[in-house]
């Protein structure tokens, strides 16, 4: 295992921080596996920055917290955000349902 320069470290994180498909990138830009750019993310404990913190303002308090999920299952990291219909709930009355649906039970 070959040790990361700090520069590589850096241009690692940039393309880590700017791309999904970070690790392929950095293998075609830095001659690394993907595998060790994967877990130097890791052991750097690299974080991208939530979408609510790029432009939108946070907003607190009644919006709804059900997650969504984007194309082939993948996280989006967002969240519905519809006005719940009372303070301290968590989700908008439609996921509320959803969250509350019953299982009938077997037969
Ligand atoms: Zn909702």
């Given at each position: 295992m070959t040790r990361w320069t700090y520069a590589e470290e850096l241009r690692a994180k940039e393309i880590y921080l700017s791309s999904e498909n970070y690790a392929a990138e950095a293998e075609r830009a830095l001659g690394r596996s993907r595998n060790s750019v994967i877990s130097l993310a890791r052991r750097q404990n690299w974080m991208r920055p939530?979408?609510?913190?790029?432009g939108q303002p946070r907003r607190e308090?009644?919006?709804?917290?059900?997650p969504l999920w984007g194309d082939?299952?993948?996280?989006?990291?967002?969240?519905?955000d519809a006005a719940t219909d009372?303070?301290?709930?968590?989700?908008?009355p439609e996921h509320a349902a959803t969250a509350r649906r019953v299982i009938p039970k077997a037969a």
């Amino acid at each position: 295992m070959t040790r990361w320069t700090y520069a590589e470290e850096l241009r690692a994180k940039e393309i880590y921080l700017s791309s999904e498909n970070y690790a392929a990138e950095a293998e075609r830009a830095l001659g690394r596996s993907r595998n060790s750019v994967i877990s130097l993310a890791r052991r750097q404990n690299w974080m991208r920055p939530a979408p609510a913190a790029e432009g939108q303002p946070r907003r607190e308090g009644r919006c709804c917290r059900w997650p969504l999920w984007g194309d082939q299952g993948r996280p989006t990291h967002q969240y519905c955000d519809a006005a719940t219909d009372r303070p301290g709930a968590a989700y908008c009355p439609e996921h509320a349902a959803t969250a509350r649906r019953v299982i009938p039970k077997a037969a």
